[in-house]
């Protein structure tokens, strides 16, 4: 069954405090590894996709890595507007979920002043 | 490019009564998708169109939800009887290319 664990749950940052978020995944056939950041009271708002391991993308403070069981979302030197959580998702070829988004639960990122 | 809208916004409802969403995709995207987030998990797909077609709807629970897509565009979801675990913000997505997904507001439904 494809499945996708991300981690901290919750993670709380002074401004300019580097991190990185974790995506842990199983999944059938990988065709793709989205995030999305989703703030209170709105839809997820695309971000990334990876289609391989080895590949990273950028943009702004943040960039995406993907290995052959996770990804990273790396932030770097946070400002306040970054507060909001982050979605993981897989794609995969096979199965049940062939061409469906498996979403993990997120982690809430809130960055303090 | 517009986004995708939802409506209506919020929604209030007893145990046992119906309701319905709305959902206008963006112009030229053929994929819409419905998917019914619970307060701290991620999205759940519940139902994938194609064009006017239904690719998917292995999880919608089709003793009380339904839904269509007319003519390709605006598609609307429907829950009836609604219980109180239905409680949940309904999303649309569309897409254009097979992988991204694009999401409009919401619906959040409370059912008492």
């Known amino acids: 069954e494809d499945q996708v664990t991300q981690s901290p749950e919750a993670l709380r940052l002074q401004e300019g405090e580097s991190s990185s978020l974790n995506c842990s995944y199983t999944?059938?056939?990988?065709?793709?590894l989205f995030w999305y950041r989703q703030d209170p009271g709105k839809g997820p708002e695309f971000l990334f996709t990876?289609?391989?391991a080895g590949e990273e993308k950028e943009k702004e403070r943040l960039k995406a890595t993907l290995t052959k069981k996770e990804s990273f979302l790396h932030i770097t030197a946070p400002k306040p507007e970054d507060s909001a959580t982050y979605l993981c998702?897989?794609?995969?070829?096979?199965?049940?979920?062939?061409?469906?988004?498996?979403f993990g639960k997120g982690t809430k990122l809130s960055v303090k002043p | 490019e517009a986004g995708v809208a939802q409506s209506p916004r919020y929604k209030i409802i007893e145990k046992r009564q119906s309701v319905a969403f709305w959902c206008n995709p963006i112009?030229?995207?053929?994929?819409l998708y419905w998917y019914q987030q619970i307060l701290g998990q991620g999205p759940k797909l519940l139902i994938q169109?194609?064009?006017?077609?239904?690719?998917?709807d292995s999880q919608l629970p089709k003793d009380r939800f339904s839904a269509e897509r007319l003519k390709g565009v605006d598609s609307t979801l429907k829950i009836q009887p609604a219980k109180l675990e239905d409680s949940a913000v309904y999303l649309c997505?569309?897409?254009?290319?097979?992988?991204?997904?694009?999401f409009g507001p919401g619906t959040r439904l409370t059912v008492t």
């Open positions: 998702a897989v794609q995969g070829s096979y199965g049940g979920s062939q061409g469906n988004l498996i």
């Open positions: 999944v059938s056939g990988l065709r793709g």
């Open positions: 990876l289609y391989s």
């Open positions: 112009s030229g995207h053929a994929t």
């Open positions: 169109f194609q064009n006017n077609g239904v690719v998917d």
């Open positions: 997505a569309n897409s254009f290319t097979p992988y991204e997904q694009y």
